[in-house]
Protein backbone atom coordinates (compact mmCIF):
# COMPACT_ATOMS: atom_id res chain seq x y z
CA UNK A 1 0.00 0.00 0.00
CA UNK A 2 0.75 3.22 -1.01
CA UNK A 3 1.99 5.70 2.13
CA UNK A 4 -0.37 8.23 0.35
CA UNK A 5 -3.27 5.90 0.04
CA UNK A 6 -2.72 4.82 3.87
CA UNK A 7 -2.77 8.31 4.99
CA UNK A 8 -6.16 9.00 2.98
CA UNK A 9 -7.31 6.08 4.77
CA UNK A 10 -6.88 7.28 8.21
CA UNK A 11 -8.14 10.51 7.17
CA UNK A 12 -11.00 9.25 5.76
CA UNK A 13 -11.27 7.27 9.00
CA UNK A 14 -11.09 10.02 11.54
CA UNK A 15 -13.45 12.61 9.44
CA UNK A 16 -16.06 9.69 9.68
CA UNK A 17 -15.56 9.32 13.46
CA UNK A 18 -15.33 13.00 14.02
CA UNK A 19 -18.59 13.34 12.09
CA UNK A 20 -20.26 10.32 14.42
CA UNK A 21 -19.09 12.39 17.45
CA UNK A 22 -20.64 15.41 16.50
CA UNK A 23 -23.80 14.15 15.07
CA UNK A 24 -24.73 10.96 17.31
CA UNK A 25 -25.81 13.88 20.22
CA UNK A 26 -28.15 15.85 18.29
CA UNK A 27 -29.35 12.33 17.14
CA UNK A 28 -29.71 11.22 20.24
CA UNK A 29 -31.42 14.75 21.78
CA UNK A 30 -33.98 14.55 18.99
CA UNK A 31 -34.91 11.14 19.78
CA UNK A 32 -35.56 12.07 23.00
CA UNK A 33 -37.68 15.36 22.19
CA UNK A 34 -39.50 13.30 19.87
CA UNK A 35 -40.15 10.46 22.71
CA UNK A 36 -40.51 12.93 25.43
CA UNK A 37 -37.66 12.70 27.19
CA UNK A 38 -36.76 16.11 27.37
CA UNK A 39 -39.33 18.61 28.13
CA UNK A 40 -39.22 22.47 28.93
CA UNK A 41 -42.81 23.34 29.42
CA UNK A 42 -44.86 26.25 31.35
CA UNK A 43 -46.83 24.97 34.04
CA UNK A 44 -48.30 25.55 37.51
CA UNK A 45 -50.37 28.37 36.05
CA UNK A 46 -51.83 30.60 38.56
CA UNK A 47 -53.35 33.85 37.73
CA UNK A 48 -53.31 36.44 40.83
CA UNK A 49 -56.43 39.31 40.12
CA UNK A 50 -55.47 42.69 41.14
CA UNK A 51 -57.07 45.63 42.15
CA UNK A 52 -56.17 47.91 39.05
CA UNK A 53 -57.80 46.13 36.70
CA UNK A 54 -55.22 43.53 35.97
CA UNK A 55 -53.36 40.06 36.74
CA UNK A 56 -50.50 38.76 37.97
CA UNK A 57 -49.34 35.47 36.07
CA UNK A 58 -47.20 33.21 38.25
CA UNK A 59 -45.63 30.24 35.59
CA UNK A 60 -42.86 27.92 36.42
CA UNK A 61 -41.34 26.87 33.73
CA UNK A 62 -40.19 22.84 34.07
CA UNK A 63 -36.89 21.21 32.35
CA UNK A 64 -37.23 17.88 32.52
CA UNK A 65 -34.29 15.70 31.37
CA UNK A 66 -34.63 12.11 31.33
CA UNK A 67 -32.62 11.58 28.02
CA UNK A 68 -28.98 10.60 27.59
CA UNK A 69 -27.86 13.46 27.00
CA UNK A 70 -26.14 16.77 28.83
CA UNK A 71 -27.77 19.90 27.79
CA UNK A 72 -26.06 23.26 28.84
CA UNK A 73 -26.87 26.83 28.73
CA UNK A 74 -30.79 26.69 28.01
CA UNK A 75 -32.54 30.07 27.98
CA UNK A 76 -36.52 30.35 27.36
CA UNK A 77 -37.37 33.43 26.12
CA UNK A 78 -41.28 33.97 25.58
CA UNK A 79 -42.77 36.68 23.73
CA UNK A 80 -46.71 36.37 24.36
CA UNK A 81 -49.47 38.85 22.98
CA UNK A 82 -52.84 38.46 24.98
CA UNK A 83 -56.71 40.18 23.76
CA UNK A 84 -58.48 41.93 26.75
CA UNK A 85 -62.01 41.52 27.41
CA UNK A 86 -62.31 45.65 26.10
CA UNK A 87 -60.31 43.82 22.64
CA UNK A 88 -57.01 45.73 23.33
CA UNK A 89 -54.26 43.70 22.26
CA UNK A 90 -51.04 43.47 23.95
CA UNK A 91 -47.55 42.26 23.42
CA UNK A 92 -44.46 41.23 26.04
CA UNK A 93 -41.66 39.02 26.66
CA UNK A 94 -39.36 38.10 28.96
CA UNK A 95 -36.26 35.56 28.98
CA UNK A 96 -35.82 32.89 31.70
CA UNK A 97 -32.42 31.54 32.13
CA UNK A 98 -33.07 27.61 33.42
CA UNK A 99 -28.99 26.93 33.10
CA UNK A 100 -27.85 22.94 32.63
CA UNK A 101 -30.04 20.20 32.80
CA UNK A 102 -28.23 16.33 33.24
CA UNK A 103 -29.30 13.62 32.81
CA UNK A 104 -32.31 12.26 35.51
CA UNK A 105 -32.32 16.25 36.49
CA UNK A 106 -35.96 18.62 37.13
CA UNK A 107 -35.01 22.05 36.92
CA UNK A 108 -37.53 24.72 37.91
CA UNK A 109 -37.64 28.73 37.88
CA UNK A 110 -40.40 30.66 38.89
CA UNK A 111 -41.66 33.75 36.60
CA UNK A 112 -44.24 36.37 37.26
CA UNK A 113 -45.56 38.44 34.16
CA UNK A 114 -47.81 41.26 35.18
CA UNK A 115 -50.39 41.43 32.11
CA UNK A 116 -52.14 44.78 32.13
CA UNK A 117 -55.87 44.57 31.50
CA UNK A 118 -58.23 41.21 32.03
CA UNK A 119 -57.02 38.99 28.77
CA UNK A 120 -59.46 36.45 27.32
CA UNK A 121 -56.79 34.67 25.22
CA UNK A 122 -52.91 34.72 26.00
CA UNK A 123 -50.62 32.79 23.45
CA UNK A 124 -47.06 32.52 23.93
CA UNK A 125 -44.09 31.65 21.12
CA UNK A 126 -41.68 29.98 23.22
CA UNK A 127 -38.26 30.00 22.03
CA UNK A 128 -35.70 27.99 23.88
CA UNK A 129 -32.33 28.23 23.03
CA UNK A 130 -28.94 25.61 24.48
CA UNK A 131 -26.22 23.55 23.78
CA UNK A 132 -26.40 19.95 23.02
CA UNK A 133 -23.68 18.66 25.24
CA UNK A 134 -22.27 21.31 25.79
CA UNK A 135 -21.22 22.37 22.29
CA UNK A 136 -23.71 22.13 19.61
CA UNK A 137 -25.92 25.09 19.38
CA UNK A 138 -29.69 24.17 19.08
CA UNK A 139 -33.22 26.05 18.93
CA UNK A 140 -36.61 25.09 19.62
CA UNK A 141 -39.59 27.05 19.12
CA UNK A 142 -43.05 26.16 19.55
CA UNK A 143 -46.40 28.20 20.29
CA UNK A 144 -48.67 27.54 22.82
CA UNK A 145 -52.05 28.84 24.06
CA UNK A 146 -52.08 29.80 28.03
CA UNK A 147 -55.43 31.24 28.47
CA UNK A 148 -57.91 30.22 25.87
CA UNK A 149 -60.98 32.12 25.47
CA UNK A 150 -63.78 30.57 27.46
CA UNK A 151 -61.70 28.80 29.45
CA UNK B 1 12.07 2.89 -17.63
CA UNK B 2 13.55 3.56 -20.71
CA UNK B 3 11.27 0.55 -22.22
CA UNK B 4 8.35 1.44 -20.71
CA UNK B 5 8.35 5.23 -22.15
CA UNK B 6 9.48 3.36 -25.53
CA UNK B 7 5.78 1.56 -24.75
CA UNK B 8 3.92 4.89 -23.93
CA UNK B 9 5.57 6.72 -26.79
CA UNK B 10 4.55 3.89 -28.99
CA UNK B 11 1.08 3.59 -27.60
CA UNK B 12 -0.16 7.15 -26.26
CA UNK B 13 -3.84 5.99 -26.88
CA UNK B 14 -3.43 2.81 -24.71
CA UNK B 15 -1.29 5.10 -22.50
CA UNK B 16 -4.25 7.61 -22.10
CA UNK B 17 -7.20 4.77 -21.93
CA UNK B 18 -5.20 3.34 -19.04
CA UNK B 19 -4.56 6.74 -16.87
CA UNK B 20 -8.79 7.23 -17.83
CA UNK B 21 -9.36 3.78 -16.14
CA UNK B 22 -7.13 4.29 -13.19
CA UNK B 23 -8.07 7.59 -12.17
CA UNK B 24 -11.58 6.78 -12.42
CA UNK B 25 -10.84 4.48 -10.34
CA UNK B 26 -9.00 6.76 -8.17
CA UNK B 27 -12.07 9.10 -8.30
CA UNK B 28 -14.22 6.68 -7.16
CA UNK B 29 -12.30 5.51 -4.26
CA UNK B 30 -11.79 9.39 -3.13
CA UNK B 31 -15.26 10.09 -3.84
CA UNK B 32 -17.30 7.35 -1.63
CA UNK B 33 -14.12 8.01 1.25
CA UNK B 34 -14.26 12.10 1.42
CA UNK B 35 -17.79 13.44 -0.01
CA UNK B 36 -20.43 9.49 -0.07
CA UNK B 37 -19.57 7.59 2.98
CA UNK B 38 -19.32 10.74 5.52
CA UNK B 39 -22.96 12.05 3.86
CA UNK B 40 -24.17 9.22 4.36
CA UNK B 41 -22.84 8.56 7.90
CA UNK B 42 -24.08 12.82 8.68
CA UNK B 43 -27.70 12.13 6.96
CA UNK B 44 -27.98 9.19 9.14
CA UNK B 45 -27.75 10.97 11.98
CA UNK B 46 -29.24 13.98 11.42
CA UNK B 47 -32.57 14.61 9.88
CA UNK B 48 -33.14 17.14 6.74
CA UNK B 49 -30.19 17.15 5.57
CA UNK B 50 -30.42 17.89 1.76
CA UNK B 51 -28.58 16.31 -1.16
CA UNK B 52 -27.81 18.19 -3.99
CA UNK B 53 -27.71 16.02 -6.74
CA UNK B 54 -26.00 18.44 -9.46
CA UNK B 55 -22.77 19.57 -6.58
CA UNK B 56 -22.67 15.98 -5.88
CA UNK B 57 -22.12 14.72 -10.04
CA UNK B 58 -20.07 17.72 -10.62
CA UNK B 59 -17.82 16.93 -7.63
CA UNK B 60 -17.39 13.64 -8.91
CA UNK B 61 -16.77 14.86 -12.52
CA UNK B 62 -14.05 17.18 -10.84
CA UNK B 63 -12.45 14.55 -8.79
CA UNK B 64 -12.13 12.31 -11.86
CA UNK B 65 -10.48 15.62 -13.87
CA UNK B 66 -7.48 16.57 -11.06
CA UNK B 67 -7.10 12.47 -10.66
CA UNK B 68 -6.60 12.36 -14.78
CA UNK B 69 -4.43 15.39 -14.78
CA UNK B 70 -2.51 13.25 -11.48
CA UNK B 71 -2.35 10.19 -13.64
CA UNK B 72 -0.71 11.41 -16.47
CA UNK B 73 1.33 14.64 -15.02
CA UNK B 74 2.60 12.65 -12.02
CA UNK B 75 5.03 15.52 -10.87
CA UNK B 76 5.31 16.25 -7.14
CA UNK B 77 4.00 19.90 -7.24
CA UNK B 78 1.42 18.69 -9.37
CA UNK B 79 0.30 16.69 -6.30
CA UNK B 80 0.36 19.34 -4.01
CA UNK B 81 -2.09 21.41 -6.63
CA UNK B 82 -4.10 17.91 -6.60
CA UNK B 83 -4.50 17.90 -3.03
CA UNK B 84 -5.32 21.55 -2.87
CA UNK B 85 -7.97 21.11 -5.40
CA UNK B 86 -9.28 17.92 -4.23
CA UNK B 87 -10.14 19.67 -0.48
CA UNK B 88 -11.45 22.58 -2.55
CA UNK B 89 -13.66 19.91 -4.00
CA UNK B 90 -14.65 18.34 -0.67
CA UNK B 91 -15.11 21.39 1.10
CA UNK B 92 -17.60 23.19 -1.61
CA UNK B 93 -19.47 20.19 -1.67
CA UNK B 94 -20.11 20.01 2.00
CA UNK B 95 -20.78 23.86 2.16
CA UNK B 96 -23.41 23.14 -0.63
CA UNK B 97 -25.26 20.15 1.76
CA UNK B 98 -24.41 21.97 4.96
CA UNK B 99 -26.18 25.30 3.35
CA UNK B 100 -24.99 27.70 6.11
CA UNK B 101 -24.54 24.96 8.89
CA UNK B 102 -28.48 25.17 9.90
CA UNK B 103 -30.58 22.16 9.63
CA UNK B 104 -34.28 22.63 10.45
CA UNK B 105 -36.98 20.26 10.94
CA UNK B 106 -40.31 19.31 12.86
CA UNK B 107 -41.30 17.48 15.90
CA UNK B 108 -44.40 16.52 16.93
CA UNK B 109 -44.79 16.07 20.51
CA UNK B 110 -48.62 15.79 22.42
CA UNK B 111 -50.44 17.82 19.26
CA UNK B 112 -47.66 20.75 19.18
CA UNK B 113 -45.50 21.16 16.46
CA UNK B 114 -42.10 22.24 17.57
CA UNK B 115 -39.88 23.53 15.20
CA UNK B 116 -35.82 23.15 15.28
CA UNK B 117 -32.89 24.80 14.42
CA UNK B 118 -29.54 22.81 14.93
CA UNK B 119 -26.75 24.64 14.25
CA UNK B 120 -23.83 21.43 12.84
CA UNK B 121 -21.08 24.26 11.34
CA UNK B 122 -19.00 22.46 13.71
CA UNK B 123 -19.17 19.77 11.54
CA UNK B 124 -17.15 21.35 8.83
CA UNK B 125 -14.03 21.46 11.23
CA UNK B 126 -12.94 18.10 10.72
CA UNK B 127 -14.36 18.51 6.78
CA UNK B 128 -11.70 21.29 6.36
CA UNK B 129 -9.29 19.55 8.78
CA UNK B 130 -9.36 15.83 6.77
CA UNK B 131 -10.23 16.48 3.92
CA UNK B 132 -8.31 19.56 2.72
CA UNK B 133 -5.21 20.46 5.33
CA UNK B 134 -4.35 16.86 6.27
CA UNK B 135 -3.87 15.84 2.60
CA UNK B 136 -2.27 18.89 1.69
CA UNK B 137 0.75 18.57 4.31
CA UNK B 138 1.03 14.99 3.44
CA UNK B 139 1.55 16.09 -0.14
CA UNK B 140 4.03 18.84 1.21
CA UNK B 141 6.18 16.55 3.80
CA UNK B 142 6.21 14.44 0.91
CA UNK B 143 7.48 17.09 -1.67
CA UNK B 144 9.89 17.83 0.50
CA UNK B 145 11.07 14.26 1.28
CA UNK B 146 11.58 13.91 -2.54
CA UNK B 147 13.59 17.05 -2.80
CA UNK B 148 16.01 16.10 0.00
CA UNK B 149 16.57 12.56 -1.60
CA UNK B 150 17.20 14.02 -4.84
CA UNK B 151 19.58 16.16 -3.30
CA UNK B 152 21.89 13.39 -1.14
CA UNK B 153 21.70 11.22 -4.09
Excluded: C, W
Aim: charged letters at 15%; zero cysteines; a neutral charge.
Amino acid sequence: MRYTTFLSLISVSLMIISLVVIGYPIYTFIEDAENGKFDISLRDIRIIKLENNSILLNITVYGINNGGVRITDIGVSIIYNYTTLTNDTYEGSLNVYVGDISPGDVVKKNVSVYIKGIPKELYAKITVRMNISGYLPFKMTFETPILKSGA
Amino acid sequence: MTIKADNELKSPFRYVLKAILLSLIDSVIAYLGFVYIPYMVLSSLISNIPMPHSVFYGGFIAFFFIYFVDRVSSQTPMRILISMLQGVIILYIFLSVLRGGIVTGEIEYHGTRIYYEADIRLVLYPIVAFGFIVPLLTSIVGFIESRIKKEEM
